[in-house]
């Protein structure tokens, strides 16, 4: 399967899932709220990060583009509408980034759904947190591989945009699309491509970084996989809670 191909059934497999929220308004505020909290414990993991240092554009990147809770609707339709381009116009790395960000969004989109269903189905105890039902719902829906594989595919981004970094010429195109992204009404993607290229410029910068960056992002990542499916729930909900609150 080509790339312009592995986008276009992402993107549809999203859709699809967004059309259903559109016609269940609980669903739809459930997903938002699994996202609004994946979101801040996101960035209470990497509160460090954000703050300062070397790796806070790459955080901030990675919270705005991988971990938040914005509506990327307008975006996943410039990916389907300029999918076959992709390979025409750009380098393969860029395709090969695309595809990659396709598939991460896809698997996550699909995850944070499930979680949803399991926000609205269960039967919560009276006054129970956000964390707790978080946790909770994290251990119905299971699927510790798909979980796994979500990560892989975070890294493989952050790999991928590494990568790009190296093809020759590719900041003087992509800022030569500013105007005709904009006039084709592609400027989610234009931006999107330009950030992440620049924000892992910067990184490539200094031999090491993005390894020691994407490091980080695996360990702390794990850490909290681990918990979410093997630690007492009450403990794990608990270190959700001390984590959020000391990110306030």
């Known amino acids: 399967m080509d790339a312009a191909q592995k986008i276009r059934e992402a993107v549809d497999q999203v859709s699809a899932r967004r059309?259903?929220?559109?016609a269940d308004p609980l669903l739809a505020r459930a997903v938002a709220q699994v996202k609004r909290f994946q979101a801040r414990r996101f960035a209470a993991t990497y509160a460090d990060l954000l703050a300062t240092g070397p790796f806070r554009a790459a955080a901030q990147f990675f919270l705005d583009e991988l971990y938040g809770d914005q509506d990327f609707s307008q975006r996943d339709q410039q990916f389907a509408r300029i999918a076959g381009a992709l390979q025409r116009i750009f380098p393969k790395e860029a395709a090969v980034t695309a595809v990659a960000l396709a598939e991460l969004?896809?698997?996550?989109?699909?995850?944070?759904?499930?979680?949803?269903q399991a926000w609205l189905g269960a039967a919560f105890p009276e006054g129970s947190s956000e964390a707790s039902r978080y946790a909770s719902c994290w251990r119905s829906v299971a699927r510790r591989d798909d979980r796994t594989a979500q990560l892989e595919w975070v890294l493989k981004l952050g790999r991928e945009l590494e990568k790009l970094t190296r093809a020759p010429g590719l900041r003087l195109l992509l800022r030569m699309m500013r105007g005709p992204a904009a006039a084709a009404g592609l400027g989610d993607l234009q931006r999107f491509l330009e950030s992440g290229f620049e924000t892992f410029s910067a990184l490539a910068s200094e031999k090491g970084l993005t390894a020691e960056f994407l490091g980080i992002i695996e360990q702390r990542e794990s850490h909290w996989m681990q918990q979410l499916f093997d630690a007492d729930p009450l403990v794990c909900a608990a270190e959700l809670e001390s984590a959020l609150g000391q990110a306030r």
């Open 19 to 22: 059309q259903r929220c559109m």
């Open 105 to 116: 969004h896809a698997l996550t989109e699909q995850l944070d759904f499930e979680m949803a």
